[in-house]
């Protein structure tokens, strides 16, 4: 499924950035016809540039200059088009003495005077009205070009080389500034494809997660691994079972191969009952023809677990496990309260895969003990301080009242005992004194259940104090302490379950006589037990 969302999302991502890709080149295809078309633009008035030196401007030009020679007829500051200068006085006494001639000659002159058309002064008047402003006809223009001096003809080709030349300035800058806008826009797009590129691919993961999410939610669903409450999911007994199964797979790789067998199970006894399916590892006994019979009895036409029947072997052993530990708010430390639920789950499947029946309690303790079942075991956090009296006290009730004939009892803490819990129910903490001395009183009590065994595990610490705790509670229980890393605590416990072969064994010190001492007893519990230290 993942392989197939990424293959979807792939294909939507080329296909962006192709699209992407697509509108690049096609800007780079406009930019260089432009650059193309400039180019043919700026040879074109270079070529008119060069032809403007040779053309004749005495007489009216082909049509193509129509427009510049007109432009340049036009301009304001040329000098056709300034007024010439003002005359002198000389000048100005001279034509006044010759209107006065003019008029005497007049007077005594039988012939009619000429006089002669006024004139501004100016070399050349061609300027016309038209409706959209100043214009020149080709009339008109070629009379103009006809009475212009060589020196205002000179005057005119420099006018009309200068407009090229400001045409091709202009038409270059217009190109630079099309090549700065169109580098703009390409830079904006690759811009705009490693973004989109970028999206896609970050919704390509949070498409293919949320897919596995819900696939997996579906299928945990369907197992019966998870269950809805409310408005989220919760996990369930079968899916921490399952975890519980593979910790133990994991733990029972590290063990010694005497406990790996001791593990699979008693010995056994010969004798069987016909029963109802429980686990699937029973189906290797299956009763076929009951099965058979019990399926067509029910209307069905196939077995199913409810019609689903195993000889199982009848064990003669009854077996009670306690197992307490220590959740106060040091466990949080170091990683030592996940290994004590890790521990305790792998133990818990070790006990049912060798004693289905075993009655198995879990108890969680800080201020107050709690008793757990496998999920709120998992779910479980740290609380506050450490009431070992109140735990020991929890067991001495649960085993005392059993009618097992295997009760073994498993204590895991990783320091002193901090609080108590006094004869009006009230926890009081601070007092580490009173606190040992009730988790001592507590730890005789249950040393009186017969028959038992104990262990107390340590989880090291630096401080010698808590070592010298725990071995005074293990010896009034008279149990066996170990004090190991949290790395090692599933193997140490698989280990005692399967009454595995010590590694290193200190004996105690002789124990000193005290008001809590331990009742005296005959049998195996007088034997005096070791002090363990493993996983070191």
Same mark, same amino acid.
């Given at each position: 499924?993942?392989?197939?969302?990424?293959?979807?999302?792939?294909?939507?991502?080329?296909?962006?950035?192709?699209?992407?890709?697509?509108?690049?080149?096609?800007?780079?295809?406009?930019?260089?016809?432009? @650059?193309?078309?400039?180019?043919?633009?700026?040879?074109?008035?270079?070529?008119?540039?060069?032809?403007?030196?040779?053309? +004749?401007?005495?007489?009216?030009?082909?049509?193509?200059?129509?427009?510049?020679?007109?432009?340049?007829?036009?301009?304001?500051?040329?000098?056709?088009?300034?007024?010439?200068?003002?005359?002198?006085?000389?000048?100005?006494?001279r034509?006044?003495?010759?209107?006065?001639?003019?008029?005497?000659?007049?007077?005594?002159?039988?012939?009619?005077?000429?006089?002669?058309?006024?004139s501004?002064?100016?070399t050349?008047?061609?300027? $016309?009205?038209?409706?959209?402003?100043?214009?020149?006809?080709? %009339?008109?223009?070629?009379?103009?070009?006809?009475r212009?001096?060589?020196?205002?003809r000179?005057?005119?080709?420099?006018?009309?080389?200068?407009?090229?030349?400001?045409?091709e300035?202009?038409?270059e800058?217009?190109?630079?500034?099309?090549?700065?806008?169109?580098?703009?826009?390409?830079r904006?797009?690759?811009?705009?494809?490693?973004?989109?590129?970028?999206?896609?691919?970050a @919704?390509?993961?949070?498409?293919?997660?949320?897919?596995?999410?819900?696939?997996?939610e579906?299928?945990?669903?369907?197992?019966?691994?998870?269950?809805?409450?409310?408005q989220?999911?919760?996990?369930?007994?079968?899916?921490?079972?399952?975890?519980?199964?593979?910790?133990?797979?994991?733990?029972?790789?590290?063990?010694?191969?005497?406990?790996?067998?001791?593990?699979?199970?008693?010995?056994?006894?010969?004798?069987?009952?016909?029963?109802?399916?429980?686990?699937?590892?029973?189906?290797?006994?299956?009763?076929?023809?009951?099965?058979?019979?019990?399926?067509?009895?029910?209307?069905?036409?196939h077995?199913?677990?409810?019609?689903?029947?195993?000889?199982?072997?009848i064990? %003669?052993?009854?077996?009670?496990?306690?197992?307490?530990?220590?959740? %106060?708010?040091?466990? @949080?430390?170091?990683?030592k309260?996940d290994?004590?639920?890790?521990?305790?789950?792998?133990?818990?499947?070790?006990?049912?895969?060798?004693?289905p029946?075993?009655?198995?309690?879990?108890?969680?303790? +800080?201020?107050?003990?709690?008793?757990? +079942?496998?999920?709120?075991?998992?779910?479980?956090?740290?609380?506050?301080?450490?009431?070992?009296g109140?735990?020991?006290?929890?067991?001495?009730?649960?085993?005392?009242?059993?009618?097992?004939?295997?009760?073994?009892?498993?204590?895991?803490?990783?320091?002193?005992?901090?609080?108590?819990?006094?004869? @009006?129910?009230?926890?009081?903490?601070?007092? #580490? +004194? $009173?606190?040992?001395?009730?988790? #001592?009183?507590?730890?005789?009590?249950?040393?009186?259940?017969?028959?038992?065994?104990?262990?107390?595990?340590?989880?090291?610490?630096?401080?010698?104090?808590?070592?010298?705790?725990?071995?005074?509670?293990?010896?009034?229980?008279?149990?066996?302490?170990?004090?190991?890393?949290?790395?090692?605590?599933?193997?140490?416990?698989?280990?005692?379950?399967a009454?595995?072969?010590?590694?290193?064994?200190?004996?105690?010190?002789?124990a000193?006589?005290?008001?809590?001492?331990?009742?005296?007893?005959?049998?195996?519990?007088?034997?005096?037990?070791?002090?363990?230290?493993?996983?070191?």
């Open positions: 499924m993942r392989a197939r969302l990424r293959r979807q999302a792939d294909r939507r991502t080329q296909r962006i950035v192709t699209e992407y890709d697509h509108r690049i080149q096609e800007l780079e295809q406009v930019r260089v016809r432009s @650059d193309a078309e400039v180019a043919a633009r700026i040879a074109e008035l270079e070529a008119r540039l060069a032809a403007a030196r040779t053309v +004749d401007w005495s007489k009216l030009p082909s049509g193509d200059w129509l427009g510049d020679v007109e432009a340049a007829l036009l301009l304001p500051d040329a000098s056709w088009n300034r007024p010439p200068p003002r005359p002198g006085i000389g000048a100005r006494l034509a006044f003495f010759a209107r006065v001639a003019a008029w005497f000659r007049s007077l005594f002159s039988r012939k009619k005077a000429v006089v002669p058309p006024p501004d002064g100016r050349v008047t061609f300027a $016309v009205p038209s409706a959209l402003g100043r214009g020149l006809g080709p %009339s008109e223009l070629g009379e103009a070009l006809s212009l001096s060589p020196p205002q000179e005057e005119l080709s420099q006018s009309v080389s200068s407009r090229l030349r400001t045409q300035r202009e038409l800058r217009q190109a630079e500034e099309k090549r700065r806008a169109a580098e703009a826009q390409r904006r797009l690759e811009e705009e494809r490693a973004e989109a590129e970028r999206r896609a691919r @919704d390509t993961e949070s498409k293919v997660r949320e897919g596995e999410s819900r696939r997996l579906r299928e945990l669903k369907e197992r019966g691994f998870v269950a809805e409450r409310g989220s999911l919760v996990v369930t007994f079968g899916l921490v079972e399952r975890f519980a199964r593979l910790l133990l797979e994991e733990e029972t790789r590290q063990l010694p191969e005497g406990a790996r067998l001791s593990l699979r199970g008693e010995g056994a006894t010969g004798v069987y009952e016909k029963a109802r399916l429980r686990r699937a590892e029973e189906i290797a006994h299956l009763d076929v023809p009951g099965s058979l019979l019990a399926a067509r009895m029910a209307g069905q036409r077995i199913d677990e409810s019609t689903s029947y195993v000889y199982r072997e064990t %003669s052993e009854r077996v009670h496990v306690v197992l307490a530990f220590d959740r %106060s708010g040091s466990m @949080d430390e170091a990683g309260l290994a004590a639920k890790k521990a305790l789950l792998a133990l818990y499947v070790a006990v049912r895969r060798r004693h029946d075993a009655t198995i309690d879990l108890l969680a303790f +800080d201020n107050t003990v709690e008793v757990l +079942d496998l999920v709120t075991l998992w779910e479980c956090r740290a609380g506050a301080f450490t009431n070992t109140e735990a020991l006290r929890a067991a001495h009730v649960l085993l005392q009242s059993s009618r097992a004939n295997r009760r073994e009892f498993y204590l895991i803490t990783d320091g002193l005992p901090e609080a108590y819990t006094a004869e @009006d129910g009230k926890v009081h903490s601070g007092q #580490l +004194d $009173v606190a040992m001395e009730q988790a #001592l009183a507590r730890a005789g009590e249950l040393a009186t259940v017969r028959p038992l065994r104990t262990t107390v595990v340590l989880l090291k610490s630096p401080n010698p104090e808590y070592e010298v705790a725990a071995r005074a509670i293990a010896r009034t229980l008279g149990g066996e302490l170990v004090v190991t890393d949290p790395g090692r605590l599933g193997v140490e416990l698989l280990v005692r379950w009454h595995g072969v010590e590694t290193e064994r200190r004996l105690l010190p002789p000193p006589v005290a008001a809590t001492s331990v009742p005296a007893t005959t049998g195996k519990a007088r034997r005096r037990r070791g002090d363990r230290r493993m996983g070191g």
